[in-house]
């Protein structure tokens, strides 16, 4: 009995301190109504003397053109949905079925294997914090996510990442990654583009179309493709005539 009461005790002090330890950090972290300012920080860009012909970019080593919500196509924003987060309008900012689903298989492989993030936490992991995977950084995570969501809408939360994540080859947001991969606006973008674009940020080095892993690529594609129609977004023509879309990639940019 007195080893139950000891360990009820600990066990009472351990929960009391971690939630001393959440206040502490929600009262303490970032303020998310920056997350604007810090993701939408524009490339210049250099025209030819017509004004016309886009030469070149400059932002460090990124490119990035920021657009609104409504001239990013429905059917790019339900590509990237079904990949990076199918439930993101139906769940809070974060979606304790994924976290519980990550910690099982990082139990099982020993190490941070999957983080069970939501689109919202991959807005603020992506501003304010650093990449480590440790366990007060995925606190921190959730705790900004749910911040961030008393703030912002859903569809303000999905236009920030779409404006924000990284596509590979320098392209960071939507606009830049159809015009780097596709030479078009993502207003512009087919069905079959939105998944190539919806299939590059889970590795955007390991997929690019110019490496040495485009079949992986293409069947990523596919399989976007195949659970958007899974969700109601595609019917059975939809989907077989975007699976033959025949995809005409830009030439690789070399500085």
């Known amino acids: 009995l007195q080893l139950i009461f000891i360990l009820l005790i600990l066990g009472v002090l351990a929960a009391g301190g971690g939630l001393v330890y959440a206040v502490y950090l929600y009262r303490t972290l970032p303020d998310p109504t920056q997350v604007g300012e810090r993701i939408i920080s524009q490339s210049t860009k250099i025209y030819d003397r017509t004004g016309q012909t886009l030469l070149y970019e400059i932002h460090g080593e990124e490119k990035r053109t920021v657009i609104s919500f409504d001239k990013i196509p429905n059917h790019v924003k339900q590509a990237t949905l079904v990949i990076e987060d199918a439930a993101f309008y139906q769940h809070p900012a974060f979606d304790w079925r994924a976290m519980l689903r990550a910690i099982i298989v990082n139990l099982k492989r020993g190490h941070f294997a999957q983080g069970g993030s939501t689109?919202?936490?991959?807005?603020?992991?992506n501003t304010f914090l650093t990449p480590e995977k440790t366990v007060e950084r995925k606190i921190k995570e959730i705790i900004l996510a749910i911040k961030l969501e008393?703030?912002?809408?859903?569809?303000?939360?999905?236009?920030?990442y779409l404006n924000q994540v990284s596509y590979g080859s320098n392209a960071y947001g939507i606009e830049a990654a159809s015009k780097t991969f596709f030479n078009k606006?993502?207003?512009?973008?087919n069905l079959a583009e939105a998944a190539v674009l919806a299939a590059l940020p889970k590795a955007p080095s390991y997929y690019s179309p110019y490496g040495n892993h485009k079949q992986e690529l293409l069947a990523r594609k596919d399989y976007i493709l195949e659970r958007m129609k899974e969700y109601g977004y595609l019917d059975d023509e939809e989907l077989a005539r975007a699976k033959k879309e025949k995809l005409e990639f830009s030439p690789k940019y070399e500085r």
Do not use: H, N, R
């Open 119 to 125: 689109i919202t936490q991959q807005v603020v992991k």
């Open 150 to 160: 008393k703030k912002y809408s859903k569809d303000k939360i999905l236009e920030l």
């Open 185 to 189: 606006s993502a207003e512009e973008l």
